[in-house]
């Protein structure tokens, strides 16, 4: 079955960096675009990025463009998330979806999520 | 505020048929497919409808969805206790350079 588990949340100062993980298993992981989705405490869903099967192609949200940064390896069945220059509001759970390639079945499998706290 | 509108919250008791609507514009909603998302409290969302009104293996009947042009909805038919979540729409964007949008979500209560 597929499972996607992700790692690397915690507490972090403004202006610090995280590096989030997520570990798939159970599909075909080079075969999928994958995406990190994440949501605010209380609020709802806000999408962050996008990578394309083979890393060529990468889209980011607005609000963490210049600033995170995407990643996979294929090798390794992980996807990755660098967060640089943290801010308050982007303290949120982060979800490593499947998915995101328009025309295709855009996040039909989810993570658990790891929580991000942006916070001095 | 969120791209996609959607009413904060909706109720319904046992055995009703409760719609959640989602209305955006002509470069999301009116040009692309809508998806809806379950998610149970403390859970991860899960896929409920897909373009526009398809069901994942797995989710029943009772849910189903539509979308007439900019606007979309999901219906709920025989509403019952564990139907209790908050939903979210979601659509591909063509503006700018292309990007995924929510609605803010719909918290449904079962009374």
């Known amino acids: 079955q597929v499972q996607l588990v992700e790692s690397g949340g915690g507490l972090v100062k403004p202006g610090g960096s995280l590096r989030l993980s997520c570990a798939a298993s159970?599909?075909?992981?080079?075969?999928?675009?994958m995406s990190w989705i994440r949501q605010a405490p209380g609020k709802g869903l806000e999408w962050v990025s996008y990578i394309s099967s083979s890393s060529s192609y990468t889209n980011y949200a607005d609000s963490v463009k210049g600033r995170f940064t995407i990643s996979r390896d294929n090798a390794k069945n992980s996807l990755y998330l660098q967060m640089n220059s943290l801010r308050a509001e982007d303290t949120a759970v982060y979800y490593c979806?499947?998915?995101?390639?328009?025309?295709?079945?855009?996040?039909?499998?989810w993570g658990q999520g790891t929580l991000v706290t942006v916070s001095s | 505020q969120s791209v996609l509108t959607q009413p904060p919250s909706a109720s319904g008791t046992p055995g009703q048929r409760v719609t959640i609507s989602c209305s955006g514009s002509?470069?999301?909603?009116?040009?692309?497919?809508v998806y809806w998302y379950q998610q149970l409290p403390g859970t991860a969302p899960k896929l409920l409808i897909y373009r526009n009104n398809q069901r994942p293996s797995g989710v029943p009947d009772r849910f189903s969805g539509s979308k007439s042009g900019t606007s979309a909805s999901l219906a709920i038919s025989g509403l019952r206790s564990e139907d209790e979540a908050d939903y979210y729409c979601?659509?591909?964007?063509?503006?700018?350079?292309?990007?995924?949008?929510f609605g803010g979500g719909t918290k449904l209560t079962v009374l």
């Open positions: 002509s470069s999301n909603i009116g040009s692309n497919y």
């Open positions: 159970g599909f075909t992981f080079s075969d999928y675009y």
């Open positions: 979601a659509a591909w964007d063509d503006s700018l350079s292309g990007h995924w949008v």
């Open positions: 979806a499947r998915g995101g390639r328009v025309g295709e079945l855009p996040f039909d499998y």
